[in-house]
Nanobody, 118 residues
Framework: QVQLVESGGGLVQAGGSLRLSCAAS????????MGWYRQAPETQREEVAN???????NYANSVKGRFTISRDNSKNTVYLQMSSLKAEDTAVYYC????????????WGQGTQVTVSS
């Protein structure tokens, strides 16, 4: 069972920056894709960004140009650098790691709260 532990959340003023980290108990190189999702109160969880084993990234339109996802397989960690934060970025942010080839797995972290004050 893979464990993902997020950290780096907190309270920040609008326009500020935060860097989230997701540490995996296993080798992140084994995951085909890793990503960050977020869920604000009374909304559905949405994908923020993802990165595959080749380093190819995708971003939600709402965060393009402000957020950067990266992975360091030597540290088994995925990062989300968030800049120019807005009040609407307030949410619980979750890390996800997916492996498609057998044994396939779909793993989620417990989440870290990000609150942006306006």
């Amino acid at each position: 069972q893979v464990q993902l532990v997020e950290s780096g959340g907190g309270l920040v003023q609008a326009g500020g920056s935060l860097r989230l980290s997701c540490a995996a108990s296993g080798n992140t190189a084994n995951f085909n894709a890793m990503g960050w999702y977020r869920q604000a109160p009374e909304t559905q969880r949405e994908e923020v960004a993802n990165i595959n084993t080749m380093g190819r990234t995708n971003y939600a339109n709402s965060v393009k140009g402000r957020f950067t996802i990266s992975r360091d397989n030597s540290k088994n960690t995925v990062y989300l650098q968030m800049s120019s934060l807005k009040a609407e970025d307030t949410a619980v942010y979750y890390c996800r790691a997916v492996r498609w080839a057998p044994p396939s797995s779909d793993n989620w972290g417990q989440g870290t709260q990000v609150t942006v004050s306006s």
